[in-house]
């Protein structure tokens, strides 16, 4: 049985950091892309980054310079570091695993709030 936990939200003050962390357990094929999204209430959920098996790594504008995912393939855990924060990320936060088994199939995390606030 396919999990992702995820670990690592909280309540911060502006300008702060967090770091998320999802661990995937009982997949049988190979871990691709690995990838966190967020989401507001009433708002479409929105792809924050990505990481490919290689360690390429793609952001949304709002995030360049302040987040940074990275990977763990040997743990098959992905990590979002998220500094300098600002209200506007509060979101609930869901990492995303894609595992080739003859297709792609992609699973998704329980999901973490986040909260930026004073």
């Known amino acids: 049985q396919v999990q992702l936990v995820e670990s690592g939200g909280g309540l911060v003050q502006p300008g702060g950091s967090l770091r998320l962390s999802c661990a995937a357990s009982g997949m049988v094929g190979r871990i691709n892309a690995m990838a966190w999204h967020r989401q507001v209430p009433g708002k479409e959920r929105e792809l924050v980054a990505t990481?490919?098996?290689?360690?390429?790594?793609n952001y949304v504008a709002s995030v360049k310079g302040r987040f940074t995912i990275s990977r763990d393939n040997a743990k098959n855990t992905v990590y979002l570091q998220m500094n300098s924060l600002k209200p506007e990320d509060t979101a609930v936060y869901y990492c995303?695993?894609?595992?080739?088994?003859?297709?792609?199939?992609?699973?998704w995390g329980q999901g973490t709030q986040v909260t930026v606030s004073s």
């Open positions: 990481i490919t098996r290689g360690g390429l790594t």
């Open positions: 995303a695993v894609d595992e080739i088994v003859l297709r792609v199939v992609r699973y």
